[in-house]
């Protein structure tokens, strides 16, 4: 499998892992599901990381997965594996673990524990430490989840002092203006090029944040040909193609996106797509209700609507 590089670019899935009906982890159904995501072109996979219910996994369930979706991946696309950790042993043994399974690189995302800049910047020294000279990593900036708000500032320093942090997952809300300047910086030399995809979820800024210089996206949504086609769009220069593809899909982005229930909204959507063969989310995790279900098929019946008038 092929490294992480700093020239990474279009659309990285994060996946879901898939479960039975009974909480054990389905491999048929992820066979499935990285058949699904290759034939919808993405660039690449993103396994184990928040939508991916990683911490409701135990650390052989992580590595059987990973396995598993490695050798369905087949070396086609690259896989990033979410690496984040209480600690820094268990995140060494699991980038190690891995890497040698094939993994492209790690992403690693700050701890709720640090706050200033100082903190921050220190924090991912040793990440840098832990993984290795060797292992490509991401930096994932997502503070609805972590609560840590890492600035420009800290950012550019973290990207100045790590050799193999090669690309940076874009999840500030709103963050177009840090995104900006990120790439401002990289174009005056000030700081290496890296790669930034952007996380926030479903796409919801993808292209805004194509225009203000992002490479593509690292984030997860039950009809990713939406983001790919975006990104092409983007990539031949028709920002008005881009836009219309986009907005085809966006109510029914935005409703996967509600706080609280979006994973269930993904993986009911998955389970409609003959993606996965159960919509199982372990505990602690939401349920959708029947006026759930009945908003999703008339977003999805609309959605496809809109998809026929556009083409």
Known sequence: MKQLDPSAKGVYLITVTPFTDSGGLDLASTDRMVDFCLEKGVTGLTVLGIMGEATKLTA????????????????????????????????????????????????????????????????????????GPQVPWVLQDHPV????????????????????????????WPGLAKLSAIRAASDKGEVKRVSILTGNGGGLFLPEEMTRGADGAM???????????????????????????????????????QAGVGLAVRKQ????????????????????SAADLADIALLVRRQDKRLRELN
């Open 219 to 257: 984030t997860g949504f039950a009809y990713p040909e939406m983001m790919v086609d975006v990104v092409a769009a983007h990539a031949h220069g028709d920002r008005e193609r881009a836009h219309d593809l986009f907005d085809a899909y966006l109510p029914l982005a935005r409703y996967e996106q």
């Open 60 to 131: 052989e369930e992580s590595r059987v997965f990973v396995r598993q979706v490695l050798a369905r991946v087949a070396g086609k696309v690259p896989v990033v594996v979410g690496a984040s950790a209480a600690g820094f042993s268990a995140m060494g043994e699991l980038t190690r673990s891995v890497m040698d399974l094939g993994a492209s690189g790690v992403m690693v995302a700050p701890p709720p524990s640090v706050r200033t800049d100082d903190q921050i910047a220190a924090y991912f020294d040793l990440v840098a430490e832990t993984v």
């Open 145 to 172: 989840s972590t609560t840590v708000q890492m600035s420009t500032p800290v950012i550019l320093r973290i990207l100045k002092n790590a050799a193999n942090c090669v690309m940076l997952k874009h999840e500030d």
């Open 269 to 288: 959507l998955f389970k409609d797509r003959g993606v996965i063969a159960s919509a199982f989310i372990r505990k602690p995790g939401p349920k959708l």
